[in-house]
């Protein structure tokens, strides 16, 4: 059964879609969406990597993610985040376009590390990706409480025995492994929308945290369906297809909050 | 390391943080004993946060040291949260963090903090002062030894900053804990506090309010608001104080 590409495709995208949830609430809670990108963008770097050394490309991206990660947490203070994040979002990822340039033969490729390339997803990538979401389910389902409270005040966190630093790297290693598990799905350029939008969509239906993360996966899963029929529908690229999807149902629980309330109650 | 003291809760020896190379605070001490309220007190940029996180533990020292007695519980009341407004987040379920209570013993909490039936609500729609109550309710359900408040009355109009104080002093009646305030609200935390801590860095002046507040360096610190506040304690002599402000507390 899992001969079929599209199933393959489908089975990917949901599985992404169920990793990137509960991380994607936090990006979103926790301002991060820069910092997901300037970790998704090195991921390219990973790429690069591991065609020039021969490696397996899934442990290449984590540990380049997790280097960003640690540059990240090294020169907070000392630029304003934003610049210094923009600095190195789009230095990664220019950096990473060079190192890939220097590579025979993977010009013709550089457009499914950028933008993914799902429905060629193989029997061991849905492994390594629903693997992936597995591990990332886990460690935020562990962390749960603790990251809430660290992201709400970080020395009320303290003052409870939480260290703020330690779960903000819990969330740096679920970041580059949903980084990993999506480039080969939506792209290095694309799994920042990922996380953001589906999260996004999902805040006016929900009245706590963990309704949230439920009903992001539920929209993150939609889309991902949703965005595969419609590339196989309108013959157009499937990473970008599931994007938009996630935009539609963006602005559609938007617009029915919106509605919600200007009708008196 | 244990304080041969059963009732010294915390006891800062010669502390000093660095951030970014620059000092922000140098060679404080401080004992916090069970059962008083101790205030921090100094201009802006004179380290009183800081020193409320090196005591916290989210900011190292760099020099001296941070005692607490093994098994210190310590509530903690932030100035205000950190919530995104994408992040919804009732009363009840924050109450309930980080390891979970009963829906009982949180609604018991409201009640008692004056917000009976609040637990369904979201905080983002709660005002100052109802989130201010609620950060204190959380704060003194795990009955800490240790109460920290860090201006926690920022923002609250006089009479909820006069009834917030009240609750403090009550709650230090009933529980016998020991509360470390952190403000430049002066005039209502000096007359609720046993001891005052005048901070520039490092500790200008401390004693009992009166004293503080009639000392040459928390008048030079604080100036005419300064001696306003002593008014407030020597209401008997009416002549004006006209004092020069110091350069480095501006």
């Known amino acids: 059964m899992l001969d079929s590409f599209l199933l393959r495709a489908a089975l990917a995208g949901v599985g992404l879609a169920l990793a990137c949830a509960p991380l994607g609430c936090f990006v979103v809670w926790r301002r991060m969406a820069y910092y997901g990108d300037a970790t998704a963008h090195a991921a390219l770097l990973g790429v690069a990597l591991s065609l020039a050394l021969s490696v397996p490309l899934f442990p290449a991206v984590i540990v380049v993610a997790l280097a960003m990660a640690a540059v990240v947490a090294g020169m ?3 630029h304003a985040p934003d610049t210094l994040l923009g600095v190195l979002s789009h230095g990664a990822l220019a950096a990473g376009l060079v190192a890939v340039s220097f590579l025979e033969g993977v010009r013709s490729d550089l457009m499914g590390y950028l933008f993914g390339d799902i429905l060629a997803v193989t029997r061991a990538d849905l492994a390594l990706i629903w693997g992936g979401a597995v591990v990332v389910g886990g460690l935020i389902a562990w962390r749960w409480s603790a990251l809430l409270l660290a992201t709400l005040s970080p020395e009320m966190a303290a003052s409870e025995g939480i260290s703020p630093r330690a779960e903000q790297w819990v969330l740096n290693i679920a970041l580059a492994l949903v980084v990993a598990a ?7 350029v694309l799994i920042g929308a990922m996380l953001i939008i589906p999260a996004a969509a999902a805040r006016p239906l929900a009245r706590t945290p963990e309704a949230m993360a439920v009903a992001t996966a539920v929209i993150g899963s939609a889309a991902a369906l ?3 029929a419609g590339a196989w529908h309108l013959d157009t690229p499937a990473g970008p297809t599931i994007i938009c999807a996630a935009a539609v149902l963006f602005a559609v629980t938007s617009a029915a909050a919106g509605v919600k309330r200007l009708l008196p109650a | 390391m244990t304080l041969p003291d059963h009732d010294r809760l915390l006891e800062l020896r010669r502390l000093s943080v660095e951030i970014e190379g620059r000092r922000v605070l140098d060679g404080v001490n401080l004992t916090l004993r069970r059962g008083e309220i101790v205030t921090i007190v100094g201009p802006n940029g004179s380290g009183k946060t800081t020193l409320m996180r090196a005591i916290i533990g989210t900011l190292r020292p760099s020099a001296g040291s941070v005692q607490r007695q093994p098994g210190l519980r310590i509530g903690y009341v932030p100035q205000r949260l ?3 407004p994408t992040m919804p987040m009732t009363v009840g379920r924050f109450m309930a963090l980080p390891r979970g209570r009963s829906r009982s013993a949180v609604e018991a909490a409201l009640a008692e903090a004056g917000l009976a039936g609040a637990a369904g609500r979201q905080i983002t729609a709660l005002s100052g002062g109802q989130l201010q109550r609620v950060l204190l309710a959380r704060a003194l359900m795990d009955r800490p030894d240790l109460l920290i408040l860090d201006e926690a009355t920022a923002g609250l109009d006089q009479p909820a900053v006069a009834a917030f104080y009240a609750r403090i002093e009550a709650v230090r009646a009933t529980q016998g804990c020991a509360v470390l305030m952190v403000s430049h609200d002066l005039q209502i935390v000096m007359r609720a506090s046993d001891h005052v801590v005048c ?5 200008c002046c401390e ?6 507040s009639s000392s040459p360096a928390y008048l030079r610190l ?3 608001e300064g001696a306003s506040t002593l008014a407030l304690y020597r209401h008997h002599h009416s002549h004006s104080h006209d004092l020069p402000l110091d350069e480095d507390a501006a």
């Open chain 1, 226 to 228: 949703g965005g595969l």
């Open chain 2, 207 to 212: 004693g009992t309010p009166e004293s503080v």
């Open chain 2, 222 to 224: 604080f100036g005419a």
């Open chain 2, 82 to 84: 950190a919530i995104d």
């Open chain 1, 182 to 188: 999506g480039i080969r799905i939506v792209g290095a």
């Open chain 1, 76 to 78: 907070s203070g000392r």
């Open chain 2, 199 to 203: 901070l520039n860095g490092h500790v």
